[in-house]
């Protein structure tokens, strides 16, 4: 069972890496011109989509590693680097409001591209899904129990999407790419943190933090 602490730990992870208000300005490009009923449909398509995505790479992500004959700690380290170079881009980059709107202003017929997938679903969201359900360090229940923790930040995310124009309005794209760019330097530190704690298992560093 997940203590409040872990529960907290893990929500923020996947509120960071799903950065729910960083893909309202997306959103709202790609659903620009339509209405109200239409975006609504977009908001719920998308956000159905990512969690179908983000639960497949929950179930088969560990399969695909056991298959590839990859240990966790390998996967750890690649997935740490490969955040904290996301997460990089986020802080020094543009940021992910500025780059994915230039994207939806190209891109606007589906909610598939670019609002579920790589808004919503990002490359960062799958990754870190399957470091918090490795099946060899964690049980079927605490792999549920992220799992509904992913759904409810899904869950926000709909509902900041259904109500993206009031919420864009009050904080503006400038806003939301300050926002975008503290939760980069959030996921800097998650990805610092899987690093060092693969090398723990590995044994190359002592045990540390809780």
């Not at 509120?15 to 959103?27: A, E, K, Q, R, S």
């Not at 398509?45 to 590839?68: E, H, K, M, N, P």
């Not at 700690?73 to 020094?92: D, E, K, N, R």
Request: hydrophobic fraction near 60%; aromatic fraction near 6%.
């Amino acid at each position: 069972m997940l203590s409040p602490a872990q529960l907290l730990q893990e929500f923020i992870t996947l509120w960071v890496v799903i950065d729910p208000i960083g893909t309202l300005p997306v959103f709202l490009a790609v659903t620009a011109g339509m209405s109200a009923g239409q975006r609504r449909a977009v908001a719920i398509r998308a956000v159905v989509v990512s969690f179908v995505v983000l639960t497949l790479f929950i179930v088969l992500g560990q399969v695909v590693l056991d298959a590839l004959g990859l240990a966790l700690p390998a996967f750890q380290i690649a997935g740490g680097i490969v955040l904290f170079l996301f997460a990089l881009t986020m802080i020094f980059g543009h940021s992910k409001p500025e780059e994915e709107i230039a994207e939806a202003e190209r891109v606007r017929q589906t909610s598939v591209f670019p609002v579920a997938i790589p808004s919503i679903a990002s490359p960062g969201a799958m990754l870190t899904v399957v470091i918090l359900t490795d099946n060899d360090r964690f049980a079927i229940a605490h792999q549920a129990m992220t799992t509904a923790l992913m759904a409810l930040v899904l869950a926000v995310t709909l509902a900041i999407l259904l109500a993206a124009s009031p919420l864009l309005r009050v904080i503006g794209t400038t806003g939301a790419a300050v926002i975008s760019r503290v939760m980069g330097m959030l996921l800097a530190a998650v990805a610092v943190d899987a690093v060092l704690r693969a090398f723990v298992t590995i044994g190359v560093l002592p045990a540390f933090g809780g």
